[in-house]
């Protein structure tokens, strides 16, 4: 058996303690990757606040990258010294969702989630004393090591640093996909962008891949739309003093905004979505809000033909989008590099997520 550190959360609320933990026997479909770097994502912090509830004791982190030490006998795709980023939507590939192509409603992915057990029930990580350990989202990132499902390790070219690629992982596809896998943009098309952290950044170089005309972006910190500027915001808006209803009016001739893209998790951020869309247009909710509220909407801002989504993962196909959106940063057609805020340690996870000022807070391992 092995051991290795990981950063486990005991309690809500209470720091994670770095820990040595140890690893069960492999099955025949498992990949067990050394991880070389972990972002740190909103997600993980809900977890740690209680907002978003998961058995304990657990090891957070879902958006990382390393190289594959292990894979089961079994385990398809991957081999020992692969590059790969880790996606956290295995699905089992034959439900009533995985048929309609929507493997991110797969019955096995979201009846066994809350468990944040493998899809076989089992854990394969257990503390010193014995107790089991649960991992976040099917990953479990902030350890030295991390057991998934083949299917989860997806190899990526070996060009791309780690601490780049992780970020494919979550906030990158989630942004990027909305844009570029579902807004079905017309060349052109004027796109807002509400909320300019890592995944609302993403959504802005997205639109600006799928070949957007006028990006307009909203958020309250000027640093951030600085950034979104350089990433291909052609148009900023500073949600504390300015209307970015009224300003997507005046980029539009007063039509409003083909594609909004929501990436705040604020009810004033999607009240403006649905009054920034124009008739017809499309709005894409990304952000979240705690489950048990409201969100209240002016009617005559849902009608006129708008079509509202909300999507959690930017319609990932792993296997397809995480190569080709590492070989986009590659090509220097997407950039990765500004997104990354600080480069930290494992001891220093927790901390930073609880900071949490920053665009992304990266893990590196040595
Ligand atoms: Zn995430
Ligand atoms: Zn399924």
Redesign the pocket.
Known sequence: MRSFRAAVLHAAHAPMSITSVSLAALRPTDVLVRIRAA?L????LEVIEGSLRYPLPIVLG??AAGVVEQAGAAARGVKPGDHVVLS?NPHCGHCFYCDRDAPILCEQYLGEGPKALPFDGESRLSLSDGRMLQQL?YLGSFAEYCVVADQQAIVVPKEIPFDRACLI???VM?GVGAALNLGALAHGDAVMVIGCGAVGLSAVQGARLAGAGTIIAVDPDPAKLELARRLGAGVVVNASSDDAVAVGKRETGGRGVDVVIEAAGSSSAFRITTEAARPGGQVIWLGKIDVNKDVSFRWGSLMQEKRIRRVSYGNARPRRDFPLLARAYLDGLLRLDELISRRISLEETFAALKRGETIRSVVVFD
């Open positions: 972002g994502c909103h997600t993980d879902h958006e956290w989202m992982g979550c906030g989630t």
